[in-house]
């Protein structure tokens, strides 16, 4: 009879977790009218309980879960209870679970892009124009690239804690302008299981039920403050991979701080530069022969540290991230991180041409 009950009720979760995405698919007007404040609320009043955190809360208890997972398994063989209520149980958890991640947050995917709330347009652009606008980002990571402080490596000088205060605040200057910047300025997080998430392929993530940012300390230097950025923008219910990019980089160019102004500009010419070398090498090497040595440097040091961690299990967890991007609607899955560069050119050709 538990069995039963909770496959009922995990059920019931599937079917309100489907109303919601029909709700804020079939209409969105009316239910964006109200869902983006009300997702922002909630992330910022569970911020605020876990931000006093000097780790990531959600880390922790994702173990204990485990854990009580494991020891109500071990009961089932050691008490003679039945493994089909364990599994009905895990089924009710992650039903429940689903429900609340798109409540919560994950609707938003569905929501106004941010290319509207900010007044841009997007549209189709030339090669030249993608060349000119990956010139502008490469001159301007270069100009940067002078003014911030190297450790003995030439890497970016990295001091976790208060670039991720400084990322927590870091879309106060932009929210001065456009209230959809508005919202928690917590602190971003330092990832406690660092390496196991880079063999993963993951550099950073954000967690809707205990509204954290989160960053792997194990990012290479010069994309630390932009990640922190990229994961602070999930907060402000930004969902779309290519359009946190683009948030993180308009909050690191709004920056007083050298090293998110560097940063910032640095990403946006690797995500330029890599739209550009896919349809004209040639332009491509063009513009790379114009960089400063230090954003050679890390460009080619930025390389060797993430091959160092390539293998099956980061294909698998990119598979599974893919699966879940396109779940939400995203068609290019991972690749929509790439596809930044499309905001980046309609950024350039109305604020750097």
Not at 22 to 49: C, Q, R
Not at 119 to 131: F, I
């Amino acid at each position: 009879m538990r069995t039963i009950s909770r496959l009922i009720l995990s059920a019931v979760f599937l079917l309100l977790t489907g109303l919601c995405v029909a709700a804020a698919v079939y209409a969105p007007e009316l239910f964006f009218a109200f869902y983006t404040d009300f997702s922002k609320k909630i992330l910022s009043f569970l911020s605020g309980v876990t931000g006093p955190f000097p780790f990531p809360v959600w880390e922790v208890v994702l173990v204990l879960i485990v854990l009580l997972a494991i020891y109500f398994l071990i009961r089932c063989f050691t008490q003679k209870r039945s493994v089909l209520a364990w599994l009905a149980g895990v089924a009710e958890l992650v039903c429940i679970l689903v429900f609340l991640f798109v409540g919560l947050w994950g609707l938003n995917h569905y929501g106004p892009s941010v290319a509207d709330r900010v007044g841009l347009t997007v549209t189709e652009h030339s090669r030249d124009q993608l060349k000119a606008a990956t010139q502008y980002m490469a001159d301007q990571a270069s100009l940067w690239s002078d003014r911030v402080d190297r450790d003995a490596n030439g890497d970016l000088a990295i001091d976790f804690s208060a670039m991720a205060k400084t990322a927590g605040k870091a879309y106060e200057p932009l929210a001065k302008t456009n209230d959809f910047f508005d919202g928690s300025t917590a602190p971003v997080k330092r990832l406690l299981a660092g390496k196991a998430f880079s063999y993963m392929g993951t550099t950073g993530i954000f967690i809707a039920f205990s509204g954290e940012s989160c960053v792997n300390p194990d990012t290479y230097a010069a994309s630390v403050p932009f990640t922190m950025c990229h994961e602070a923008a999930h907060r402000l219910t930004v969902a779309p991979e290519n359009e946190a990019n683009f948030c993180a980089f308009l909050a690191c160019q709004a920056s007083d701080d050298p090293a998110f102004q560097y940063s910032g500009w640095y990403s946006a010419f690797v995500y330029c530069y890599n739209a550009l070398y896919k349809v004209d090498k040639n332009a491509a090497a063009e513009v790379w022969s114009t960089l400063s040595a230090q954003v050679v440097q890390d460009c080619r040091r930025a390389n060797d540290h993430y091959d160092q961690y390539e293998g099956q299990v980061q294909d698998a967890a990119q598979k599974l991230n893919d699966t879940y991007l396109k779940a939400f609607s995203e068609e290019s899955g991972v690749q929509s991180y790439g596809e930044v560069a499309d905001l980046l050119i309609a950024w350039y050709l109305v604020h750097g041409s």
